[in-house]
């Protein structure tokens, strides 16, 4: 059995002791990425960004989803990782190859003499491999994701130089080339094989201690020369485990790439590279995906944005060659074609169609402008039913420019100072309340880029972004009706 084949079988848990900042929020800075200059973000379970076009809000939401999906296969990225590391530091592995092969040989108690080495150097091999290998796939997911804005994407990081960081992950650009300078700083891990533990990593001062289960790796692999690469494949497994999230976007255009699903997948079999890896995820879920409900929850939700929203159902019809997209309209009960249903039906497609069958408790979502093609009484109803699925574990962030959307979030955050009696009586649920502790709201802004957080508490938000284009409107309004140029009566 090869050692690929062997890997396939590696499911790893690391226990890392640097935790995120709590439970439920990630740290993402941002400096001097495209219209980004600085920004200082947390990352909650419902995070709404809103403000002026071309202020950055989309540049952070596809970077953010570039990073989460970076690491797509772990098996692979393992693989990947330990290549790297021959590559550009052979002598590094050799050398620790050489005296880990050494520390064997001496026949140690495994459990009470633990194989010691430098803290330093063995933080060199982690980088080196895996945050290098990491750093790279972030790099080409974050070419693909932009590919349909390569322009922009040219102008705004290639002759630039920009900083990142997502939790404990810190790279920047030099020359149109990720680098990462920042080691993970290993502490205290265990690292696990289906709950049996494979080794221990324990810091001590300068030293650096690992505790192995030799039988348990040494049974992975009979040739015990390949000792030292299965460890830290084990390792670089462990760490993928860890870093892998599974995120999904829908994008401002998911009404015309619906709409030209067909088209699109033409160019991709002719080989024509025209579409972000955004638009792929959307097109290849239509086509490839076997309808398994991931969630019952996230489907029943689905199925009541169905009817609140779209008053009927998308579906899948095969046509012999492939699954076409059509509608059953629950008014009439026809069953229509997709090139002549509305707008806001292909709009929301790809959210009825993730939430079916592809998201999962602890999963992202990621929204473009939310409101498009929806009358305000639907994006009201919508927003509901994106509250529950916050409130069912469901990451969730959206771009808007609709005021409707913010304060309907707002009266959510609100039901948490009303009784249960009283929730009943307004027609709501428990499940219908926002956590104050589980949103956070961005406004960003130009000439000078800014980006504000919303200062939330239980009675709700002041909104600093659509106010005063309000205030502006009604100003105007009333300089023209008390004009003594326009002849209003009464």
Do not use: W
């Not at 982690?126 to 804005?149: A, M, Q, W």
């Amino acid at each position: 059995m090869t050692v690929k084949k062997r890997l396939n079988e590696i499911k790893s848990d690391y226990d890392f002791n640097s935790q995120k900042q709590c439970d439920n929020m990630r740290k993402f800075n941002i400096k001097d990425f495209g219209p980004i200059e600085n920004a200082q973000m947390s990352v909650l379970p419902l995070t709404v960004l809103v403000g002026q076009n071309s202020s950055g809000k989309s540049y952070c939401t596809k970077l953010y989803h570039s990073i989460l999906t970076a690491i797509d296969d772990v098996d692979s990225f393992s693989m990947g990782s330990f290549q790297t590391l021959s590559k550009n530091s052979p002598e590094m592995f050799d050398d620790f190859n050489a005296r880990m092969m050494e520390y064997l040989k001496s026949k140690p108690n495994f459990f009470d003499d633990p194989f010691v080495c430098d803290a330093g150097e063995f933080d060199k091999l982690f980088y080196c491999g895996i945050i290098r290998h990491h750093v790279c796939l972030i790099e080409k997911s974050l070419k693909e994701n932009f590919i349909g804005d390569l322009n922009m994407l040219n102008a705004g990081v290639s002759g630039k130089s920009f900083e990142i960081a997502l939790d404990e992950i810190e790279f920047s650009n030099a020359c149109g080339t990720l680098l990462s300078d920042g080691l993970l700083k290993i502490t205290q891990n265990k690292i696990k094989l289906k709950n049996k533990l494979l080794f221990e990593l324990k810091r001590a001062g300068d030293k650096m201690l690992i505790y192995l289960d030799y039988l348990a790796l040494s049974n992975l692999f009979n040739d015990s020369q390949a000792f030292s690469a299965v460890f830290y494949l084990a390792l670089a497994s462990a760490y993928a485990e860890r870093q892998k999230e599974k995120s999904l976007y829908i994008p401002a255009s998911a009404q015309s790439t619906t709409d030209k699903f067909k088209s699109i997948l033409f160019d991709e079999l002719s080989g024509l590279k025209l579409t972000s890896n955004i638009e792929k995820d959307m097109l290849f879920s239509y086509l490839n995906n076997e309808r398994v409900v991931k969630n019952e929850t996230f489907f029943k939700i689905a199925c009541q944005i169905e009817r609140d929203v779209l008053n009927g159902e998308v579906k899948f019809k095969n046509n012999g060659v492939y699954e076409d997209l059509v509608f059953l309209d629950y008014t009439c009960g026809c069953e229509f074609d997709y090139g002549l249903v509305s707008s806001s039906v292909k709009q929301l497609t790809p959210l009825i169609n993730y939430l079916k069958y592809e998201l999962d408790v602890g999963d992202t979502l990621i929204i473009e402008e939310i409101e498009n093609h929806l009358h305000p009484a639907n994006q009201r109803s919508l927003v509901r039913h994106l509250v529950n699925l916050v409130n069912a574990g469901l990451n969730i962030i959206l771009t808007t420019h609709s005021d409707y959307i913010l304060e309907q979030f707002n009266n959510f955050i609100r039901l948490s100072n009303v009784s249960d009696d009283g929730l009943s009586d307004l027609g709501f649920e428990k499940r219908d309340i926002l956590d104050v502790n589980d949103v956070a709201i961005y406004n960003f802004k130009r000439n000078p880029f800014e980006i504000v957080r919303f200062d939330i508490n239980r009675t709700g938000f002041l909104d600093g972004a659509f106010q005063e284009v309000i205030e502006e409107l009604y100003q105007e309004s009333c300089a023209i009706i008390n004009s003594k140029e326009v002849g209003f009566d009464g």
